[in-house]
């Protein structure tokens, strides 16, 4: 083709993208504060088809293992589960696929988690159980859903309409002591690990353990260490919802990539072990990692109630203190029983950017970075540190946990755990018991 040619094509291009502009991006031109809802919300439909959303934790396994015995086939994903028993009498659901859709959710970590009375138990295979429905569940809805192991994978997804599907493991207990189960975690798509849920392990503290109740200061121990060290060979991302604050100190001094918060709020907000302290945002925030901000209204609040507009208050602290680079999404549906007015279930995310539309402070990049750009950028670097790890030739670990001890804890534990249960059997709630494990 002659040189000319090329010169109008360039002309129609150019014009093209001028167009294109003109219709995508007013978002940042127009006088936002005074947009009615419904020109708000198209604004966020369109940001969320430029940038996928990404949510760091819902709890949907834990239902499908409590409501359907983890059979996928008993029940209808592409369903409004609203109108289906038992999830319609549940105040713990509030995930379907046309909701989700609703809801432009990009990407979705689900949960790979089991309760911590498992610990000394059957935690691995449990855990094992959850990897599995979550990989049958993405292969039972594949024109809505595809899982997701990297960063690009998300992107890719996004691009052809599909909810990238990732897995976090939600707790330390779940790796049974064992750096071989972590590497089998890895191999079955796993990319982030909670290091404790609300039970502390012989190797990490939880913000509600035993230790954390009785005062007791400990974090990480040798053999924590080596579980992030080798979490970063591995390229699986270190998560610090429900650590206690020196196992989460010790995480930032030792783990040689970024760190997240999947589902933890703003502390100064309110004031839960479960939330950020503002000094550890600055660290986080240094380390290059972020804090994927929790809906669950007793974390907003610190009460039953709370409005969408408490959740954005969250969000501008973290920024305030962390930086617009180290704030995203991570709702908790499906393991909490509050949810905020205007953020009911997981249809609602745009309304939230509708919401954030109205500040002239959140700039059309601000609200990307918080929608998925800024987990895209942990999740590369985490991806890049195990790719040096791998140039420096970093050997497989081969630390373990002192036999002895293990012998001697687990005892302890089990007819600990035998006595609590046997207790909770004269007063339990079905309800209240599996508030405690999730979230
Ligand atoms: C599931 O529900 C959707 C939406 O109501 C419906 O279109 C679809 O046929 C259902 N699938 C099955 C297998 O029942
Ligand atoms: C829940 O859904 C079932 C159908 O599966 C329906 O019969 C029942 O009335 C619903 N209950 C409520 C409270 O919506
Ligand atoms: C939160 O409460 C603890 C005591 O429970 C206190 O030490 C801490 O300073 C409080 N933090 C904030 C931000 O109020
Ligand atoms: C919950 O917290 C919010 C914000 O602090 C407050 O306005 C509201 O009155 C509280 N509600 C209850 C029931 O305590």
Redesign the pocket.
Known sequence: MEYRHWGVICVVLVLAAVTSVGVGVPLALKARRTAGLTERLEMANVLLQQVPLIDGHNDFPWNLRNFVHNEVDAFNFSADLRQVAPWNLSRWSHTDLPRLRQGRVGAQFWAAYVPCKSQWMDAVPLSLEQIDVVRRLVQQYPQYLTFATSAQDIVDAHKSGRIASLLGVEGGHSLGNSLAVLRTFYRSGVRYLTLTHTCDTPWATSASGEASKQGISRGLNDFGKAVILEMNRLGMIVDLSHTSLRTTQDALVVSRAPVIFSHSSA??LC?TSRNV??HILEQVALKGGMVMVNFYSEFITCNTSAKLTDVIAHLNHIRSVAGIDHVGLGAGYDGINWTPEGLEDVSRYPYLFAELVKDDSWSEEDLKKLAGQNFLRVFRTVEQVSRQMAVEKVRPRQDRVDPLKLIYTSAARCSWELSEALNKQQSSQPNSERGELTR
Request: proline share 20%; charged share 20%.
């Open positions: 502390q100064a004031n302290p503002d």
